[in-house]
Nanobody, 125 residues
């Protein structure tokens, strides 16, 4: 069983930055494709960014391209999301997720097998 624990959320002003981490335990995630998703109140969970385990190759939702960067440290079994130039519309609960079998980044939440509890990100002045 895999456990994922996100951290790093909080309140930030528009234009500010936050760095999220997702620590995994239970087993190594070095061969898993990993992703970040978010869910705002009243909205469906949406893909933010993903990273596979081979290259690694990354993928981003259009609304975060150029602002967010996903990375991973397999030695630390940790996934990261650096978020810059934050906007009020980025306010959401952010979740990390692990895909056991996907060889490439997938945006469908249903493709991911393990999820963290989420961390709140609020962008407001």
């Amino acid at each position: 069983q895999v456990q994922l624990l996100e951290s790093g959320g909080g309140l930030v002003q528009p234009g500010g930055s936050l760095s999220l981490s997702c620590a995994a335990s239970g087993r190594t995630l070095s061969t898993y494709t990993m992703g970040w998703f978010r869910q705002a109140p009243g909205k469906e969970r949406e893909f933010v960014a993903g990273i596979d385990w081979r290259s690694p190759m990354t993928g981003y939702a259009d609304f975060v391209k150029g602002r967010f960067t996903i990375s991973r440290d397999n030695a630390k079994n940790t996934l990261y999301l650096q978020m810059n130039s934050l906007r009020p519309e980025d306010t959401a609960v952010y979740y990390c997720a692990a895909d056991r079998v996907g060889a490439r980044v997938r945006a469908n939440p249903g493709a991911y097998d393990y999820w963290g509890q989420g961390t709140q990100v609020t962008v407001s002045s």
